[in-house]
Nanobody
Framework: QLQLVESGGGLVQPGGSLRLSCAAS????????IGWFRQVPGNDREKVVC????????DYSDSVEGRFTISRDSAKNTVYLQMDSLKPEDTGVYYC?????????????????????WGQGTQVTVSS
């Protein structure tokens, strides 16, 4: 059974850092495009970043570019989201998702509608 489990969320002060993890079971993450998305109540899930299964290229939203970094650890079958210089507007539930689609460039598929398999989400709250 294909499963994604996020962890690492929590409460952090503005300017702080968190590292989210997305651990996969039942499949090999390297074979899938992976996206991180976030959602606040009343809003749709929005793109944070996606990483391609073809060439590991990435597509970050403008709001997080330069502050967030996505990475893969093939040995642990895990994808990470390093979040630095956090801002209150980064608050939300963060989801990782996997897609079998192989579309290049990855920005063309960095939208929630292309991702079929989702984790349960982890809450990130940035507040003083």
């Amino acid at each position: 059974q294909l499963q994604l489990v996020e962890s690492g969320g929590g409460l952090v002060q503005p300017g702080g850092s968190l590292r989210l993890s997305c651990a996969a079971s039942g499949f090999t993450l390297d074979s899938f495009a992976i996206g991180w998305f976030r959602q606040v109540p009343g809003n749709d899930r929005e793109k944070v970043v996606c990483i391609s299964s073809i060439d590991s290229t990435t597509d970050y939203s403008d709001s997080v570019e330069g502050r967030f970094t996505i990475s893969r650890d093939s040995a642990k079958n895990t994808v990470y989201l390093q979040m630095d210089s956090l801002k209150p507007e980064d608050t939300g539930v963060y989801y990782c998702a996997a897609s079998v689609l192989r579309i290049s460039p990855v920005r063309l598929m960095c939208s929630s509608r292309f991702y079929k398999n989702w984790g349960q989400g982890t809450q990130v709250t940035v507040s003083s």
